[in-house]
């Protein structure tokens, strides 16, 4: 069982940053491949980036050279590094796991919001 607890999401204007923040549980969370999904109101989840445990990384078209992923294994923390946001970008933001084939587990989310 992995927990995952997601962090940094608010309020913000467009064109400002956040960043946000999941951390997992677990002994072997190197060997995780982590995403970032969204879902805004009425609408379907998303994916947004997915970063492997060889830390090949994948973005949505819509986020590509705005947003970075990233890890810190010590940490048992993965990132989302969210620049130039627009307000096409508020949604509640989830982060995954999984272990090569799909992701098995979810954080509970959090809201971010970009005013325009």
């Known amino acids: 069982q992995v927990q995952l607890v997601e962090s940094g999401g608010g309020l913000v204007q467009a064109g400002g940053s956040l960043r946000l923040s999941c951390a997992a549980s677990g002994r072997s969370f ?13 609408k379907e989840r998303e994916f947004v980036a997915a970063l492997s ?7 949505a078209d819509s986020v590509k050279g705005r947003f970075t992923i990233s890890r810190d294994n010590a940490k048992t923390t993965v990132y989302l590094q969210m620049n130039s946001l627009k307000p096409e970008d508020t949604a509640v933001y989830y982060c ?8 098995d587990y979810w954080g509970q989310g959090t809201q971010v919001t970009v005013s325009s």
């Open 30 to 42: 190197s060997n995780y491949d982590m995403g970032w999904f969204r879902q805004a109101p009425g």
């Open 53 to 59: 445990w060889s830390s090949s990384t994948s973005y």
């Open 96 to 103: 995954a796991c999984g272990f090569g084939r799909g992701y």
